[in-house]
């Protein structure tokens, strides 16, 4: 991901409302083709959901979760 893309990803998770969990809201504010890709890993592993993701990114720092959208 580019710059400009986990700007927005990062003010999109800061606009959610605080009664969601960190992980749901860094995973519902993703672009879309990340998404797909991580439900396609959870699929591929045999999980019915991405609930493994969710508590992945949950507990990412916040210099973490920058550092994996860089790559994803």
Known sequence: MNTTTITKVLNKVNQQPTEYSL??????VLP??????INLACVLKG????NSMKEFLNNL????????LKIN
Do not use: A, H, L, P
Not at 23 to 28: C, E, P, Q, S
Not at 61 to 68: A, G, H, K, M, S
């Open 32 to 37: 879309t083709n990340v998404r797909r890709n």
């Open 47 to 50: 999980e019915s959901n991405d």
């Open 23 to 28: 992980g749901f809201k860094r995973i519902t």
């Open 61 to 68: 720092t916040e210099q973490e979760y920058i550092n994996w």
